[in-house]
């Protein structure tokens, strides 16, 4: 059977920074920008989103269209015979499959606030507890996030199971055109609060005394972590939409791409949030429960309230949702590979399967709350921290080997490949670097993860 290719390389784009563009930008590196003093953490971030993510996602992308293959075929395709490279593309399918889990559950809560709002729930809700108290109130409800998951859940398989053009490629550009103009109408009215200046500065100036407060070296560390993080890199879901784009471009190009337009809404959620957060006198490193109780805290108590948190709910919807297709997307194909399975057949079987998947991450908040796993953590973030602090860098770290050593597919291959077409190509020189900087930091986060807290 050919391999479904993307229609052009703006649909590429919009799909592969659509999986990139979660949670992780728009609620994770708002509130670790704020714990982390402001402009300095950005700063570094940005650093270390140049020499560590945007090299391991040409990686991803350079297997998959080497390959033309999802992340067990890949590996199976270009390593040496005998060798067991392939392994890590289970362990992929593996952690694909477990983010999914609980990122449907959280997806499902974006999805549920936005009704809340459209519909009028927040009318007479008081500022303050009030307001935490609907957060409260729906975990409490294992039905309730039952609905919005499965909604969530369904809905992504669904637009899998048409393919890749007319199903994710299409839907795909629809949301991530409203979630760029979301992103923006968001960004101006925030902006033009009184006092939203105060918060821009606090954002985007660098004030490494802020930042020796809290630890020059604990901010250091946090953007490295971000900086790789938001690409969601190491668990193969950038790679299969490696395994369906052209030869057109070089790697390098469409991976600074892709970084451009996940960093800009990373950027845009933080001038969303901070000016917002200085003008109603909130702080802005109030961690986790910044988008479920501090910001609706902030659209009850604002005139208009109500439609500016329908659209930043539906923003959220948007960004959480497009990367639900595209990691759907990931599973599908390699196990329609891997199990001869039809995309109906794939569509429909791990449908089912998902929706029961996911049931332990939403009882985990009421029927299931007194169920602790690793290190005293409920299931939703036992699931997270297999995920984020063992698969994601571990297999980052494996496709860096893969890529770099003659024990793999190789250095040469690897940039020949990622050269191939028109744009940025990346020097050979660049080969050390590759071969034993970008490991070690790889192995820093890792390390780092596995520390207690």
Request: net charge neutral; hydrophobic share 50%.
């Amino acid at each position: 059977m050919e391999r479904e290719r993307f229609g052009s390389r703006l649909g590429f784009l919009l799909v592969s920074a659509g999986c990139a563009i979660g949670i992780g930008n728009v609620w994770k590196f708002p509130y670790i920008t704020g714990q982390g003093g402001g402009g300095v953490f950005v700063l570094f971030y940005l650093l270390f989103l140049v020499i560590m993510g945007a090299p391991v996602l040409t990686m991803e992308l350079a297997i998959g269209r080497a390959s033309r293959m999802g992340s067990v075929g890949s590996y199976k395709k270009l390593e040496k015979p005998g060798q067991k490279w392939h392994l890590h593309g289970w362990l992929c399918l593996l952690g694909c499959t477990l983010l999914m889990m609980y990122y449907t559950t959280v997806s499902g809560w974006m999805l549920g606030y936005f009704f809340k709002f459209l519909t009028g729930s927040f009318e007479g809700v008081q500022v303050g507890d009030e307001v935490a108290g609907v957060f409260s109130a729906m975990l409490a409800n294992p039905i309730e996030m039952m609905i919005w998951m499965a909604i969530t859940v369904i809905a992504g398989f669904l637009v899998c199971s048409m393919g890749l053009q007319t199903g994710i490629e299409r839907v795909t550009k629809v949301m991530m055109t409203g979630l760029l103009l979301l992103i923006i109408v968001l960004a101006v009215r925030s902006l033009t609060l009184p006092g939203a200046m105060d918060g821009v500065r606090f954002y985007l100036l660098p004030d490494f005394g802020r930042a020796m407060e809290t630890g020059i070296t604990k901010v250091i560390v946090s953007a490295m972590n971000q900086a790789f993080f938001t690409l969601s890199l190491g668990i193969g879901s950038m790679e299969i939409f490696g395994s369906y784009m052209s030869k057109e471009q070089t790697l390098g190009s469409e991976a600074l791409s892709i970084c451009g337009l996940d960093t800009f809404v990373a950027l845009m959620s933080g001038m969303i949030i901070f000016p917002a957060c200085f003008s109603f006198g909130i702080e802005p490193n109030a961690g986790p429960p910044l988008i479920f109780i501090t910001l609706p805290n902030i659209f009850v108590g604002m005139p208009g309230g109500r439609l500016w948190g329908t659209l930043f709910f539906l923003f959220m919807t948007f960004a959480s949702f497009s990367t639900v297709i595209a990691v759907f997307e990931m599973i599908l194909s390699t196990s329609m590979e891997c199990f001869g399975w039809t995309r109906k057949q794939a569509s429909v079987l791990l449908c089912i399967f998902l929706l029961l998947a996911s049931m332990p991450c939403l009882l985990g908040y009421n029927v299931l709350s007194d169920l602790r796993l690793i290190g005293g953590r409920d299931i939703l973030d036992s699931e997270d921290f297999i995920v984020s602090n063992l698969l994601l860098p571990g297999g980052a770290f494996i496709y860096v080997l893969f890529c770099t050593t003659r024990l793999g597919w190789g250095w040469d291959n690897y940039i020949e490949e990622t050269n191939t077409g028109r744009g940025l190509r990346l020097p050979y020189s660049l080969k050390p670097c590759f071969r034993f900087l970008l490991p070690a930091l790889i192995l820093v986060i890792l390390v780092m993860g596995l520390l207690p807290a």
